[in-house]
């Protein structure tokens, strides 16, 4: 495809990258999150956590200014100090998630904490800063950046070692589909840590009075002791340009890794399924577990007449653009365009070999803005669009339906309870998929028939 001829970024398909902190430090225990930068930051982020969640998000800030852009945010952190530990009595820990502007400025915040301590200023409460520029990457490599850090800052050297099972660490996913790993995981009678867990934090129930922190999250105790596991499973493969937390309990703690693709469709259910079984020395599913493949399977047979050889254009954050393509590929589908918003040069190879034998090879994107997606959808003339809220534009200007997936929708209702993992998310994803097709169908046939 041609290069654009425009030179600024329209649109970015991508989040920032305090803003992936933000959402990691969700799944932690008792924690209150503490953004140094200027309180419109902090805004933003609790109105888009907001929006896609239905749930309020907290965010304290230094709420820096133009006076502390020149003389350091210094002052501004010790008092936000004060008032979190004033204001929320049961906080566990503080993660303070960098911005632009104070990276900008240079303000050292391990250095400003570290002398907090010393002046006995931050209590017992565990402190965790997270450097996240949104120059410096997108709010996926935020999000990975802010559990590595959780990680150096908490696990301890075990005492033990394979006191139970597994490290789960489920990349960006929704409550709903951390609950599913859940059952999975209880059904094989796999002891683990899931690690962040904000399948509570971010999908609370309804409560008489407002809890200043959400209930939920994974125990601070949990992860003090992460290095006392047999293994490690990271999912989503775009983690391995970075150093992440199964590469530091491999590395400082001899806890075996493995990195596993987000496991959506049937051959990704089937690999961590594997796996998980073969750490617990079984041979066959459970029947509860095999029935709900056989019924996965008995759909894709059911849908392969509506769903092969469409051309979906399918964008988003790395991880997500190649689990959804698997699962297209799996079901006869020639994916259009693949685009994704951050750099992940490794995860466009991997694109490319997952859709060589393809008659039509599609368009892959990589640090694609929805300018340059918009213009790559019309020329490969794709007949769907799957995708966050961003690509609404493009529905509306191209007439082409979008299935809502991923992270972020804040035009839609329910996106916390968007299920994709596992056998129960695919059938989930093909219904999706399958109905927007024979809409299009429909609405097609009426056009021409005047109806």
């Not at 799996?330 to 991997?350: C, F, H, K, W, Y």
Request: hydrophobic share 40%.
């Amino acid at each position: 495809m041609a290069e654009h001829e425009y030179k600024a970024v329209v649109n970015p398909c991508k989040l920032c990258m305090p803003l992936g902190a933000v959402l990691a430090l969700k799944g932690v225990e008792a924690t209150v999150i503490l953004l140094h930068g200027s309180q419109g930051c902090a805004t933003y982020m609790r109105r888009f956590l907001g929006g896609h969640f239905n749930e309020p998000v907290d965010i304290a800030s230094t709420a820096l200014t133009e006076k502390d852009a020149i003389y350091g945010g210094g002052s501004n952190l010790e008092r936000a100090f004060a008032n979190i530990l004033r204001q929320y009595q049961s906080v566990q820990m503080i993660g303070i998630p960098t911005t632009c502007l104070a990276e900008t400025i240079g303000d050292d915040v391990e250095l400003m904490v570290e002398k907090l301590k010393k002046e006995g200023k931050t209590a017992s409460v565990e402190i965790v800063p997270v450097s996240t520029p949104s120059y410096a990457g997108t709010h996926l490599e935020g999000y990975y950046t802010a559990i590595y850090q959780i990680a150096k800052h908490l696990v301890k050297p075990p005492q033990q070692k394979n006191c139970y099972d597994l490290n789960l660490i489920p990349g960006i996913i929704s409550p709903a589909d951390i609950r599913y790993l859940k059952r999975l995981l209880a059904t094989i009678e796999v002891e683990a840590v899931i690690f962040p867990d904000y399948s509570e934090t971010l999908d609370e129930g309804a409560t008489i009075s407002y809890p200043l922190i959400p209930e939920g999250g994974t125990p601070l105790t949990q992860i003090r002791r992460l290095a006392q596991a047999r293994y490690t499973m990271q999912m989503g493969l775009s983690s391995s340009k970075l150093e992440t937390v199964g590469d530091y309990l491999l590395k400082e703690f001899a806890v075996p890794l493995e990195r596993i693709p987000l496991p959506v469709g049937l051959k990704g259910t089937d690999r961590l399924v594997g796996q998980l079984l073969r750490l617990k020395g079984l041979q066959s599913l459970p029947a509860e577990i095999e029935k709900e493949r056989n019924r996965l399977l008995d759909a894709m047979v059911d849908a392969h007449k509506v769903l092969f050889g469409k051309r979906p254009a399918i964008y988003g954050d790395a991880d997500l653009v190649e689990a959804l393509t698997g699962f297209a590929l799996e079901l006869g589908m020639q994916p259009a365009v693949l685009s994704i918003g951050g750099d992940n040069p490794e995860t466009v190879q991997r694109l490319e070999q997952l859709t060589r034998n393809l008659t039509r090879r599609p368009v892959i994107l990589n640090r694609a803005d929805f300018t340059e997606i918009r213009q790559a959808v019309r020329q490969s003339k794709a007949d769907l669009l799957i995708g966050g809220s961003d690509g609404e534009y493009i529905e509306r200007t191209e007439g082409i339906p979008l299935v809502r997936t991923g992270f972020p929708v804040d035009d839609r209702f329910g996106s916390q309870r968007q299920l994709i993992v596992g056998y129960e998310g695919a059938m989930r994803l093909l219904d999706l998929w399958a109905n927007a097709y024979l809409e299009l169908e429909q609405k097609k046939l009426r056009r021409e028939t005047k109806c």
